[in-house]
Nanobody, 114 residues
C-alpha cells in the first residue's frame, strides 16, 4: 500500500519561500511520475506540476519560474521548493503519483500573507 506524507507548510509573507516534502512509502515511489497538487478553500484542486522517475519536471503556468520540483529516490522523497510566494499560492498542498488511483495524504497547509 502506498503511503503519502506531506510536510513543511507554514505561514510566510509575500515574496517568501517554503520547501515542502513528500515522503513516499512503497516501491512505486521510486519509479513513478510524482505530482504536486494544491487546493484553496472554495476552489477545485489543481495540479502544480510533476516530476518523472528520471527527474524531469513540468509545471503549471501559474507557478513556472517560481517553483521547483525535485526528488530523491534513495530517500523516497519528493520536494516542492516555492519561491516568490504570492497570496494566491495559499492552500493545502498534496503529493500523489500522476498515474493510477491512490488515496490522498493529509496535505500540508501553506498560507501566504499580504
Amino acid at each position: 500500500q502506498v503511503r503519502l506524507v506531506e510536510s513543511g507548510g507554514g505561514l510566510v509573507q509575500t515574496g517568501g519561500s517554503l520547501r515542502l516534502s513528500c515522503a513516499v512509502s512503497g516501491s512505486i515511489g521510486s519509479i513513478n511520475t510524482m505530482a504536486w497538487y494544491r487546493q484553496a478553500p472554495g476552489k477545485q484542486r489543481e495540479r502544480v506540476g510533476y516530476i518523472t522517475s528520471d527527474g524531469l519536471s513540468t509545471y503549471a503556468d501559474f507557478v513556472k519560474g517560481r517553483f521547483t520540483i525535485s526528488r530523491d529516490n534513495v530517500k523516497s522523497t519528493v520536494y516542492l521548493e516555492m519561491n516568490s510566494l504570492k497570496p494566491e499560492d495559499t492552500g493545502v498542498y498534496y503529493c500523489k503519483p500522476l498515474i493510477g488511483y491512490y488515496a490522498w495524504g493529509q496535505g500540508t497547509q501553506v498560507t501566504v500573507s499580504s
